[in-house]
């Protein structure tokens, strides 16, 4: 099959009603795109189809008698109109007339479309007169947009010359405001995916960087310039030939990407999914390794994408100061070979990069002058040009660059516009081997959102923005980094956190080797190498601790606490721990992460104040509590002191330390208020007032096998996560159940009734426990592809009780399954600490045997067989 034989094939239709003939020459064009893709370039391809679906609907047109209607136009727009078409795109047509039409010519529009639909063809299509074309378009630049890129395929030719005369009259569209629009619409559009194209699932078409970016450069110079071949721009001046051909050859570049996942997805899907990364790295021919192959194909795309930004920044750039006839209003010169436009740092000669100690001595600039807010487009060419000039050497195994990168690294304000223009153009990875390793690194799970540059240059403003003396946010955070003599250090400590990601080993130590030796090299005292290095090996820790330990255990705080050193290390990791949570994914961090790691802080701070005096510590918060909340329940006068007392009485001091005052009172005024004495019934309770960081559900009354499960399967059926449950028990013989419940985003439950519809779900279930709950959520298309090992570890405790670690993937209905297998085994389960890290559920369990002993070697045993076998089952 070829393009010549399938033109060949559609001139040979004869009967509009066949519409098997019209299929199969669909199915035919499909099977030579396939075939075609391994040896024919893509731009043949995309152009290639386009001519494919021109001789179909010219075709039908035809046999229609369409083109006798005088004045009567089949135009292609938008991308179909360019005469460029993937696989699967849509074909948008503009059926276009002087007048309205007549009832007879009507139906057969009507007949052309319906065929068009009938046959599969993905189309979009509207059938308007000239003057309403015009009309909308004046008042939608989208529809402007495809009208700028019409493109005639049978028909009128002056019903469509009329057309053009008025698309290109200054009554329609003016260049100024086309161009203020298609600027301001790519603006919001890369807001949209977070101001960067480092996603891991990207769109091809839509992230900054892809192909709508290229787009707009073309869009603009149609409308401005007249141009319909992007080379005429370097006759005016705003490419050079280097230039236009780099960018022909990025297009190129995400053509085939995007060709190569319609063929995969079998429709028009532009997310690079992780569905579908596999194959499409195979097809493209990065091989058959799975992740590695996935690797080496996003690597060499997420630098395309650089490559592309950069030339539409300096582009639109040039076209806003042409177009929008801008005259410089502020003109600053700052040295011989940079001025101040503007507020635009621009070079005054054509060879300021002289050598890489120019590049970072420019950076050094920008952050001694705080009147620079962007790179402008002269800058932005010559930075370019520099960067391959001096690709033969990394610049850090120059001494006089080394020294100017630590000027950088101890610069007050070199973190802001200075550390984003190291990052975006490319100087950082010049710099320095072991991050040129990790740009556009992939991170296959669903709790990154970004690849491990990107995620890292995030984490490096995070701790930039804890210098900003007007931010409100995470005060302790910022009273830590103001009184940091050497703050440069934990600048270093957050490039080198996951530098060595990918080399087959544990990344963080392989990154603290990496980390001392770049101390070493730059001059670093030994004692600030040493606790750069530890940073970055324990640069998990403290998030490990909080939210898969229990932080009240004082075993726990006791081995923290010796981890951390001193108060200068605990400082250090608190700050570069919170800075790498809220980097990781912009859904991550919630206020219930945020709770955890506050109260270990400041457990393990007082814990080192008392030289490791953890009982003592936690001995003191027992009675900070009891104080502070039976002042609130007294207060309130519904209680008596007795009547509290008594109820206190029959909990454990275990119980005082791990509430907060406010949950003691609510949990008080609860039962006491609500709860006759010898009722065997259960109250369900929900609070939103005793912490911020979630909703509180409170299960009260006499035990009962399953409670657990039975809750946790009504809240996952309801798309809320249970991020903490308290299993504890009064002397009595009753259960005190505590959860912190969140929506499935992190967020707190807000709404009231969405809370008394979530408490009479509960309390049915609960109220009738031979009723066996449904739980119907389904696992999501991304977990679908992800392998998720079950994992199962021990601890020991010095209490009788056992800690039992679990990883697994967290599919609906997991802390259900897990607790009916606790009852099936006659185990107890006194504590529940859920951690969701992307798609992986990180859960700790504080369980004992039905004698209320530690679980035995046997016992973890057969336990442990059993959770593999029963959750690996889900995946």
């Known amino acids: ?24 020459c669909i199915e035919s064009s499909y099977q030579w795109l396939d075939s075609a893709f391994e040896h024919v370039l893509v731009d043949e391809l995309v152009h290639g189809r386009a001519t ?4 179909l609907l010219q075709r039908a047109w035809h046999l229609l008698a369409l083109d ?15 005469g460029q078409l993937q696989p699967h795109s849509d074909i948008d047509l503009l059926i276009l007339s002087e007048r309205a039409l007549e009832r007879s010519v009507e139906e057969r529009i009507t007949q052309f479309i319906t065929l068009l639909w009938d046959i599969k063809l993905d189309v979009g299509q509207s059938v308007r007169t000239i003057k309403d074309t015009i009309k909308l378009a004046k008042e939608d630049v989208t529809i402007a947009t495809n009208l700028i890129e019409a493109r005639l395929l049978i028909g009128s030719e002056a019903t469509f010359d009329t057309l053009q005369e008025n698309v290109q009259s200054k009554r329609f569209w003016t260049s100024k405001d086309f161009f203020i629009a298609k600027y301001d619409e790519q603006k ?17 078409k839509e992230n900054p960087g892809c192909l709508r970016d290229i787009q707009c450069i073309g869009w603009v110079a149609k409308k401005h310039f007249k141009v319909w071949n992007g080379r005429e721009l370097v006759d005016y001046g705003y490419f050079t030939e280097q230039e236009w051909r780099e960018l022909i050859e990025c297009r190129s570049h995400l053509w085939r990407m995007r060709f190569c996942l319609h063929l995969e997805a079998g429709r028009s899907e532009n997310r690079l999914l992780f569905d579908y990364q596999t194959d499409v790295a195979k097809r493209l021919g990065y091989g058959d390794e799975g ?32 177009i929008l006839a801008l005259k410089v209003k502020s003109e600053t010169v700052i040295n011989d070979d940079f001025e101040l436009l503007d507020g635009l740092i621009a070079t005054r000669n054509e060879h300021v ?7 970072l001595r420019f950076l050094l600039l920008i952050a001694d002058t705080p009147q620079v807010n962007g790179l402008h487009s002269s800058s932005i060419r010559q930075l370019r040009n520099a960067r391959r000039q001096f690709s033969d050497e990394y610049y850090c195994n120059r001494p006089e660059s080394r020294a100017l990168f630590v000027a950088l690294l101890r610069h007050p304000d070199f973190f802001g516009l200075g550390w984003d223009i190291m990052h975006r153009h490319g100087i950082l990875q010049a710099y320095l081997p072991e991050w040129d390793h990790i740009v556009g690194m992939m991170q296959f799970d669903l709790f990154h959102a970004y690849t491990v540059d990107e995620h890292t240059h995030r984490l490096v403003k995070n701790v930039y923005r804890y210098h900003d003396p007007h931010s409100r946010e995470f005060p302790r955070c910022r009273r830590i980094v103001k009184n940091l003599d050497k703050p440069e250090l934990l600048y270093v400590a957050a490039i080198f956190h996951d530098i060595a990601k990918g080399r087959n080993g544990d990344h963080s130590k392989l990154g603290a080797v990496d980390v001392a030796n770049f101390c070493e090299s730059h001059g670093f005292t030994k004692h600030d190498s040493d606790l750069v290095s530890w940073l970055v090996e324990n640069h998990l820790l403290m998030s490990v601790v909080a939210q898969r330990r229990d ?64 009982k003592q510590t936690l001995r003191d918060r027992i009675i900070e509590h009891q104080m502070t909340a039976k002042a609130i329940v007294l207060d309130d006068g519904n209680i008596s002191e007795q009547a509290l007392d008594t109820f206190w009485s029959r909990l454990s001091d275990d119980y005082f330390a791990r509430f907060k005052p406010a949950q003691l009172a609510w949990h008080a005024q609860v039962v006491l208020q609500n709860f006759p004495e010898d009722d065997a019934s259960l109250i369900v309770a929900l609070c939103n007032k005793t912490s911020k960081a979630g909703t509180e559900l409170l299960v009260y009354g006499k035990d009962r096998p399953a409670l657990f499960a039975q809750v946790a399967s009504v809240i996952d059926s309801r798309n809320c996560t249970i991020h903490d449950a308290q299993i504890m028990s009064t002397q009595d013989g009753y259960v005190f159940d505590s959860f912190i419940l969140l929506e499935q985003d992190g967020s707190q439950i807000i709404s009231q009734s969405r809370l008394t519809s979530l408490q009479k779900a509960i309390e049915t279930q609960l109220f009738k426990p031979g009723l066996e709950h449904k739980n119907r959520r389904k696992m999501s298309r ?10 199962v570890r021990f601890y020991s405790s010095q209490s009788n009780v056992t800690l039992l670690e679990l990883e697994a993937l967290d599919a609906p209905g997991l802390l259900a399954k897990i607790s009916h297998l606790f009852v099936a085994l006659n185990i107890n389960l006194h504590m529940a600490k859920i951690s969701t890290i992307g798609e992986r559920a990180e859960d700790l369990f504080i369980v004992s045997n039905d004698k209320e002993q530690a679980l035995s070697p046997d016992q973890q045993v057969a336990l442990k067989k059993q959770l593999i076998e029963l959750l690996d089952e889900q995946s």
Not at 68 to 82: I, N, T
Not at 311 to 317: A, K, P
Not at 353 to 359: D, G, L, N, V, Y
Not at 782 to 791: A, E, N, Y
Request: glycine letters at 4%.
């Open 68 to 82: 006798q209607v005088s004045d009567l136009a089949l135009v292609a727009v938008g991308g179909y109109g360019r």
């Open 551 to 614: 932080i009240y255990d004082p075993e726990v705080i006791n081995d923290f606490a010796g981890a951390m050193r001193s108060n200068n290390h605990l400082n250090h990791l608190y700050a570069l721990t919170l800075a790498d949570i809220r980097a990781t994914n912009d859904n991550l961090w919630n206020d219930w992460k945020a709770s955890l790691l506050r109260e270990l802080y400041l457990l393990t701070e007082k814990a080192l104040d008392n030289g490791l005096q953890c």
């Open 291 to 322: 992740k590695a192959s996935v690797e080496r194909m996003m690597k060499e795309f997420f630098r395309i994408v650089r490559r592309i930004t950069e030339l539409n920044d300096m582009l639109l750039q040039y076209f806003k100061q042409d």
């Open 782 to 791: 991304q977990m679908k592809q992800l392998d998720v090992p079950t994992k």
């Open 52 to 55: 494919v679906v021109d001789a």
């Open 1 to 24: 099959m070829s393009l010549l034989s399938l033109k060949e094939q559609i001139n040979a239709l004869d009967d509009i009603n066949d519409i098997q003939a019209f299929k199969s």
């Open 188 to 204: 919001a559009r890369h807001h949209k995916f977070h101001g960067t194209s480092y996603n891991l699932e990207p769109n091809l």
């Open 353 to 359: 990069f002289k050598h890489p100690e120019s590049i």
